[in-house]
């Protein structure tokens, strides 16, 4: 159970800091649309490639922190019955639904994404808009990137869930540690 509990924490560390990270995005995203709204509005200035940054900050920030999101449970979910239900049943629900919803449209837009970035690696796709952004290919490369950190975090949702229905717990919130030692605390949590 002890190398389960270590792979858990080392799915939920890199999704913690990959999203810690990325909600940047979030500030350099607002003041992008700020200048953008001013110059259209208060000096009739415009470009094309300066509205498509923050669509594409936005696209990148969501596929980016998605895995940090579930890891948070953030995600919309029915708690009509999962709020009040046992931990061994939410275990269960936890269990099978990384196994049967998450895990298969992680793989299926695997299939689908990696050939499409290749492609545009391939050409060096930019925008089709005249004035539009260059370097699309790195937008569509985060479509794969996306699909390794939701994987791992459908994974550590499982792995997770399989050890809480055998009565261990692991908090993956790394933001709130109360102790120092947090990945030592799991380990002997583990271990009994």
């Not at 509205?51 to 922190?65: K, N, R, T």
Request: hydrophobic residues 55%; proline residues 3%.
């Amino acid at each position: 159970m002890a190398v389960v509990v270590w792979l858990v924490r080392i799915l939920d560390l890199i999704n913690e800091w990959v999203g810690r990270i990325v909600s940047w995005l979030t500030v350099t995203m607002v003041i992008t649309v700020f200048v953008v709204v001013v110059l259209r509005y208060g000096f009739s200035l415009g470009w094309i490639w300066m509205q498509e940054i923050y669509v594409w900050m936005h696209g990148a920030l969501f596929m980016l922190a998605a895995g940090y999101t579930l890891l948070h449970n953030g995600h919309v979910r029915i708690d009509l019955i999962y709020r009040t239900a046992s931990a061994r049943y939410k275990a269960v629900v936890d269990f099978f639904g990384s196994l049967l919803f998450i895990l298969p449209l992680v793989w299926l837009t695997w299939e689908k994404s990696v050939p499409m970035a290749e492609r545009s690696w391939m050409r060096l796709e930019s925008s089709p808009e005249a004035e539009g952004m260059p370097g699309l290919f790195l937008l569509k490369t985060v479509i794969p990137i996306f699909c390794v950190l939701m994987g791992m975090a459908g994974v550590s949702m499982m792995l997770r869930s399989l050890l809480r229905f055998f009565g261990i717990e692991i908090e993956p919130d790394y933001a709130d540690d109360k102790d120092s030692g947090g990945a030592d605390t799991a380990m002997e949590g583990a271990r009994e």
